[in-house]
């Protein structure tokens, strides 16, 4: 795997919030760090060879990146340690921001919904939006009020454009009713854990508001299109690379000596993105639209596919 460049980031302050560390990372040197846009995460070096992803949730014109970090029990590693260990002066290896979820004007309004930790890029975004006098309403869902990462802040910025949904409070989100909410020439952007993002997207589709989403962990993939190996051109040497079943078009391309930047190897974080120049793709990502699969002009090669005999890539 080839993980891109990393910066070093400095912890300068932890605050915790139930379970939730917020940890806000500065340059060591006290230069300023690269500009990010709402939607946005950083890669994170931790221990164990772990990389993981996080949204910034800060302001985009602070000098420092800040980030909620989530302790999971049951998760993948890496933000338990985070979470327990994040002390000023730690300094970790980080890479970013990139940003594939970002926040577009729209000339309805704008619903912003979180679920539980998800809350951190949609954070960034209705502040944007609040900035910038666009017609917005933030709906935050979680299971306890104590436990919800940022809702004194967003409560004190959004005011009565915050839509508190607090489950042990008997006050559950009626999504049926937000996608209504949206009316035409709107849109909804979405983050959270699978099953609250599963009903977020059955929803705007029964409503049929466009809706944005991000995963912070693979949607579930169903069987690739074709079982059999197929071919990619490597169009900047020439090569042509056989994938064979049960390899992903990374490892292929790795193996035959081409540069890919990876990180998340599982189709979440956007790192590997790579022009398709000939052939139909099967998409396989947690990362972009209907319309954006549709357009057939990029792939993440860590999980997507051919559902054609030969793909043609700028690589
Ligand atoms: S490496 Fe993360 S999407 Fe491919």
Redesign the pocket.
Known sequence: MTHADTMPLEVIEVTRHGDVALITLGNPGGGALPAWQPGAHIDLHLPGDVVRQYSLCGDPDAPAYRIAVLREADGRGGSQWLVDHAAPGLTLAGAGPRCHFPYEPHEGTTLFLAGGIGVTPIAAMAAQARVAGHDYRVAYSGRTRAGMALVDELAETHADRLALHVSDEGTRADLDGLMMSVGEGGAAYACGPAAYLAAVEEAAERHAVALRVEHFTPVELAEPARDEAFEVELAMTGVTVEVQPGTSI?QAVEEAGAFV?????????????TPVLEGEVDHR?S?LTADERARNDVM????SRAACPRLVLDL
């Open positions: 990374l930047l990876s990180s998340c190897t599982e189709g979440t974080c956007g790192t590997c993105e990502d990362i993440y090669v860590c999980v």
